[in-house]
């Protein structure tokens, strides 16, 4: 492939923005433009410099060759700036401007193109005299999540003579002037975000350079982007509230002088720079001497590059300043190599790795010479001129050298646009072009096969152009062209040529691409026909694809092909069938079906996520040579289960390396949440695999795909059954009600709910955190990229609505009651009964749809029987999990949760009771009361501390105090404790009487906790408070008991 010239866009009426710029040119309507040709290059191979300079080719003089010449070439006296995304132009001469957009429309031949329209004109002068030097088009990007990457809208930067720089809307608003520094504005210049190539590589600041004749001054490109932001939303305000006053702030720069330099034309922003220890020493020395000390380490500067006159300053020493480049234009381009298309090196190659490393990028410059009319492309890395094109001497060269403002490392990579490095714009015919620069012209190797392969493309040109009378020589010459070229890319091109040639017959083509069909059949067998017959290794057959260098997507298809030609003869090797029925079963399943495949074997296996977390680790280990056992070792930490792994952990490895992309960790939780909620529909008394479902759901690390899920179906249902039947009973429904109304156990309902509330606050916990995340770009392999078919589970999941949130939270709260009740077989509790009537009819509605939901004070009944639950919750919370029986036996309601980690109900009784307009400090001092009843002093304690009232709760532990000291003075009816009794107070021994320790849970608590406990209401107790005398007579029982008798 050679360099060349493609046009991409036309102007729709580029005389009128001339006529408007330049009005004295109004009175003819030039006529008769020869259009050249722009794609065809010169014969540039055997030619030098020399070849261009024999004689520079002399303007013919006219009658008013002035005023001829200015209709040509009026656009070399205008400003010109194109957007790097081609959605804004901007043409300014003088005072005036046009704004040029872009529109798309059929041609007279009715093909549709894109034309540059006038959007807008007018004139930007504000100050008197006043010229417009220099503008620039800068697109900024988006904030919106939907279009994340994308240019949002476009600011135009105009530079004047006198010294002001201005910022446009599309629309030819001001949005804000400043006046940076007493002189002519000579150039504007703006480099935007780009990823560091290289590892190391400081990444750069965004900015804005302004070169002034003896200074170079900068705006930070972040403060700028939010200053143009917050200016352009006060300019739509003014404009709806009809107020034309708006007062931008203004901009926070930075001054350069220039010294020691006469004129300058052109600058560069490098960047911050950090000097090597080398060059630091260097510069101290030349200014210190050899005494001069250096700092540690190198201090960090701003570098610019400058050209122009005394000094000058050139890139490349081949830049020389000859009148042939005199007015040149230039500018770069950037091409990154095609990994596919890269020289197969002579080297080991692994069946399995990439040993063809990071794509290398080539930089060419390009060189307009308007005086000649002439295109040229040079290679920067090795010198040699690899283009050169006749153009016209009329013509615009826009090198814009910057992309959108305002990405970032994550941002920059979500959208790519359509951007062109290079525009060239011809006035004459009324097109805007671009340069495409093939990057195999970078390498210098004058004898590879590349270049054989361009020579045969240019033979095979030259033949379609003869006119012979044997057409059967010319084909079979054609064929023996084609089959010569080597490169895949290249024969593509080849055949295209061959197919639009007018001078050939149907039968002729025909002819030669059935030649080139059955050379590809052929080389599809040779490649591997052995290796599914049986006659040669899986290895030896890829280390012959590497070496071709062949794409994943040609490999398949070939063998594929091989297969259905010749499937009589594979049926006779069991291995080959099975191996090509994976093969296509996977391509039915289209980009999804590896991480489906996978989760289908994880969910056989039924290990934990955490092991898939620990196997995607070691692909960063640093130390490939670690030994398998701390692997292994790594796995056995699994606290879930003491399992086998056997080769588990090195077929996890195989798999990720083999496909990184569809095996992306995020995606592999994905498919397997989905393999075992398909598996838990098919049982539902199988409720660990539910549970799994989550557990898979909550190793998701980005909150867009957690936040998509599709468990909810499920969930409505079941649900929803669940509540009507326990609305009936008015207590857990009992297990026959269970399978007859939802078709599971109770046991398999109670861990259900649990599960679903996992789900819910796993979705509300996503939805929070998926603002501050960038939806996933999700990558896949090469042998995918041209597969079409269905989308995959996480890019449909990613498709899906975003939750309502307090909808999800109002779902949560009900599952909790449900888990609840179902949990500790709750009585007398009728869930629905909980909620007014808002809050009945939002229930298991859509969770993306707004519903209207309960607000603003509740019905006190309500709340009364909310607080009357939560006590219950608590209650039995507490009963579970600390109740003592004489025969040691654990009660019904103290097993654990099936299938999973039970709740921490404490903790979600009170966040229930934040939820339902219940005092959540209520709900804390029941707590305390009961760990208090059930004996279990120390939790208690640690408690008290999240008690807000302690006021209330000393007043509550006083009487469980008495309860337990009555216990020990009067129901034990020993003579000991009639003897303690007799020496209390009246009033102290008339109130133990009164107290009823049936009501303790736990009647064997040691009398020195006891004694604690006293202390702790004293702590708590004001002196003034009513009931701290009595305390105080507590103390004096409890010493009198924890004396022994003599």
């Known amino acids: 492939m050679a360099c060349s010239i493609v046009q991409f866009c036309y102007f729709q009426d580029l005389q009128a923005a001339r006529d408007f710029l330049f009005p004295h040119l109004r009175e003819e309507i030039p006529s008769g433009a020869v259009r050249r040709d722009p794609g065809k290059s010169t014969n540039w191979e055997d030619d030098g410099w020399g070849a261009w300079e024999e004689t520079e080719p002399q303007e013919p003089e006219e009658e008013g060759n002035t005023c001829k010449t200015q209709k040509t070439s009026w656009l070399q006296d205008c400003v010109l700036s194109l957007s790097p995304t081609n959605d804004l132009m901007v043409i300014a001469r003088e005072q005036k401007a046009v704004f040029l957009v872009p529109k798309w429309k059929y041609s007279d031949k009715g093909k549709e193109e894109m034309q540059f329209a006038v959007g807008w004109s007018g004139s930007l002068n504000v100050e008197e005299g006043e010229c417009v030097t220099s503008a620039l088009c800068i697109p900024l990007a988006s904030q919106k999540r939907s279009s994340t990457g994308r240019p949002d809208w476009t600011c135009i930067v105009v530079g004047f003579t006198s010294g002001y720089v201005r910022f446009y809307t599309e629309n030819g608003v001001l949005l804000l002037a400043q006046l940076l520094n007493e002189d002519t504005v000579l150039q504007l210049k703006c480099r935007t975000y780009e990823i560091p190539r290289h590892p190391g590589v400081t990444e750069q600041n965004e900015e804005l350079s302004i070169l002034y004749p003896a200074a170079i001054v900068t705006i930070d490109g972040f403060s700028l982007f939010q200053s143009l932001r917050a200016c352009r939303n006060q300019v739509a305000k003014a404009a709806a509230s009809g107020n034309e006053n708006i007062q931008p702030p203004p901009l926070a720069y930075k001054k350069w002088g220039l010294q020691d330099i006469d004129t300058i034309i052109d600058h560069a922003s490098v960047g911050i720079m950090t ?47 000859t009148k042939r480049y005199r007015d040149a234009q230039i500018g770069w381009i950037q091409i990154v190599e095609d990994l596919h298309e890269r020289v197969p090196e002579k080297v080991d190659f692994s069946p399995f790795g990439n040993t063809q490393g990071p794509s290398r990028v080539a930089q060419f410059l390009v060189i307009y010479a308007p005086r000649r009319g002439i295109l040229e492309v040079w290679s920067t890395q090795q010198g040699p001129r690899v283009g050169a094109f006749n153009v016209g001497k009329h013509c615009r060269l826009l090198y814009p050298g910057y992309k959108i403002m305002g990405l970032n490392n994550v941002t920059s990579q979500s959208w790519q646009p359509q951007t062109y490095q290079i525009c060239l714009v011809d006035p004459v015919s009324g097109s805007v072009k671009t340069v495409n620069v093939p990057f195999h012209l970078a390498l210098s190797d004058k004898k590879s096969e590349r270049a054989k392969d361009m020579h045969l493309v240019k033979k095979l040109a030259a033949l379609l152009k003869t006119k012979s009378p044997n057409l059967d020589l010319v084909e079979t010459e054609i064929k023996e062209l084609i089959l010569d070229i080597k490169y895949p890319a290249t024969k593509k091109q080849a055949l295209e040529s061959i197919l639009a040639s007018k001078r050939l017959p149907f039968s002729c083509l025909r002819n030669i691409t059935q030649t080139l069909m059955d050379t590809l059949k052929n080389q599809g067998s040779f490649f591997f026909w052995k290796c599914l017959h049986g006659e040669s290794s899986t290895e030896d057959m890829c280390h012959t694809l590497e070496s071709a260098g062949l794409s994943p997507q040609l490999l398949l298809s070939l063998l594929l092909s091989v297969w259905l030609s010749k499937e009589k003869d594979i049926l006779d090797k069991p291995q080959s069938v099975c191996c090509l029925h994976t093969m296509l079963s996977l391509l039915s399943k289209m980009k999804g079906g590896i991480a489906d495949s996978v989760a289908k074997w994880i969910f056989k296996q039924d290990f934990s996520p955490e092991i898939l977390k620990l196997a995607n680790k070691q692909r960063d280990v640093e130390n490939p040579d670690q030994p398998k056992e701390g692997i292994n070792r790594g796995f056995l930490e699994v606290s879930e289960v003491e399992m086998d792994l056997g080769a588990i952990p090195d077929l996890l490895h195989l798999t990720y390396e083999q496909f990184p ?46 936040n998509a899920s599709r468990l909810l179906h499920s969930l409505q249902r079941a649900s929803l059954l669940n509540t009507d039947s326990a609305t009936r009973v008015g207590k857990a429904p009992k297990d026959r009600l269970c399978r007859r109304d939802v078709g599971m156990s109770d046991t398999a309902v109670t861990s259900f709910l649990g599960s679903c509330l996992d789900l819910l606050q796993t979705l509300m916990e996503a939805d929070v955190s998926r603002d501050e995340m960038q939806v996933p770009v999700l990558d896949t392999e090469d042998a995918w990229l041209s597969v079409e078919g269905p989308i995959s589970i996480v890019e449909l999941a990613l498709e899906q609505k975003h939750i309502h949130y307090p909808l999800v939270e109002h779902h949560s709260i009900l599952c909790s009651i449900l888990y609840a009740v179902m949990r500790f077989s709750l009585k007398s509790v009728k869930p629905l009964s909980l909620f007014d009537s808002k809050g009945k009819n939002a229930f298991f509605k859509d969770l993306t749809s707004i519903q209207l939901l309960p607000s603003g004070e509740m019905d006190p009944n309500f709340i009364s029987a909310r607080q009357q639950f939560l006590l219950k919750v608590v209650s039995a919370a507490v009963q579970a999990q600390h109740s003592i029986r004489k025969d040691k036996d654990p009660p019904e309601e103290a097993t654990t949760a099936p299938f999973g980690k039970d709740q921490d109900w404490p903790v979600l009784a009170v966040d229930l009771a934040h939820h339902l307009q219940v005092s959540e400090d209520v709900i804390r001092r029941h707590y305390v009361g009961e760990l208090y009843n059930y004996g279990v002093d120390h939790l208690a304690e640690e408690a008290i501390l999240q008690v807000h009232d302690k006021e209330v709760l000393a007043s509550q532990l006083l009487v469980l105090t008495g309860q337990r000291l009555a216990h020990a003075l009067l129901h034990t009816q020993t003579k000991e404790g009639m003897e303690l009794l007799a020496r209390l107070s009246p009033t102290l021994c008339t109130w133990l009487k009164a107290m009823d320790p049936q009501d303790l849970q736990n009647t064997e608590v040691p009398i020195a906790t006891t004694a604690k406990l006293v202390n702790k209401v004293i702590e708590l107790l004001p002196e003034k408070h009513g009931q701290y005398t009595l305390a105080l007579h507590l103390i004096e029982a409890v010493e009198a008991i924890s004396i022994p008798p003599l």
């Open 275 to 321: 000097l090597s220890p080398f060059d630091q020493m260097k510069t101290a020395s030349n200014i210190g001497g050899f005494n001069a000390a250096i700092k540690n380490s190198p201090p960090a500067m701003s570098q610019y590059i400058t050209v122009g006159s005394n000094p000058f300053t050139g890139f490349f020493y081949a830049l020389e300043n």
């Open 661 to 706: 992309c569809s095996l992306e960790l995020d995606v592999l939780h994905a498919h397997c949440c989905w393999e075992y909620v398909v598996q838990w529909n098919k049982d539902p008394e199988e409720a660990r695999f539910f549970v799994r479902s989550i557990e898979h759901l909550k190793h998701i690390l980005n909150a867009h795909i957690q």
